[in-house]
C-alpha cells in the first residue's frame, strides 16, 4: 500500500490547514487509517485515528480541534486542523493498517505497517 500525504505547510497560530493522504487500491474500505507526527528530535507519536467503519480516535492534546475522516469514494484521509500552536509543528506522517473487522491497531506506531512520506507542518507564534 503506498500512501502519498499533502496539504501541508507554513501556518501562524490559530490558523488552520487540512492534510489528505490517498492510498491506492479496492481495499481502502477495510483499512483503519491514521496520522502521526514527528518533531525534531522526538518520537513519533499518535494524532489521530478512524477505523474502517468511521470510528474515530483522538490524542488528548488535538481533541477538539482536529478531525480526522476519510472518502472510501476516494481512497482518502483527511485531518482537518483548527487552531494550531507552535507545538503543533512536526512532519506528520499517514499510516494504514488492512483491520476489518477489528478496531484500530492502537496508538502505537509499530502496530501500522504502511506509512506515507510526510508532510511539514510548522506554526509560527
Known amino acids: 500500500v503506498q500512501l502519498q500525504a499533502s496539504g501541508g505547510g507554513l501556518v501562524q497560530a490559530g490558523g488552520s490547514l487540512r492534510l489528505s493522504c490517498t492510498a491506492p487500491?479496492?481495499?481502502?474500505?477495510?483499512?483503519?487509517m491514521g496520522w502521526f507526527r514527528q518533531a525534531p528530535g522526538k518520537e513519533r507519536e499518535f494524532v489521530a485515528a478512524v477505523s474502517w467503519n468511521g470510528s474515530t480516535y483522538y490524542k488528548d492534546s488535538v481533541q477538539g480541534r482536529f478531525t480526522i475522516s476519510r472518502d472510501n469514494a476516494r481512497n482518502t484521509v483527511y485531518l482537518q486542523m483548527y487552531s494550531l500552536k507552535p507545538e503543533d509543528t512536526a512532519v506528520y506522517h499517514c499510516?494504514?493498517?488492512?483491520?476489518?473487522?477489528?478496531?484500530?491497531?492502537?496508538?502505537?506506531?509499530?502496530?501500522?505497517?504502511?506509512w506515507g512520506q510526510g508532510t511539514q507542518v510548522t506554526v509560527s507564534s
Open positions: 487500491g479496492r481495499t481502502f474500505s477495510e483499512y483503519s
Open positions: 499510516a494504514a493498517e488492512r483491520t476489518y473487522p477489528k478496531p484500530i491497531p492502537g496508538p502505537v506506531p509499530g502496530l501500522w505497517n504502511y
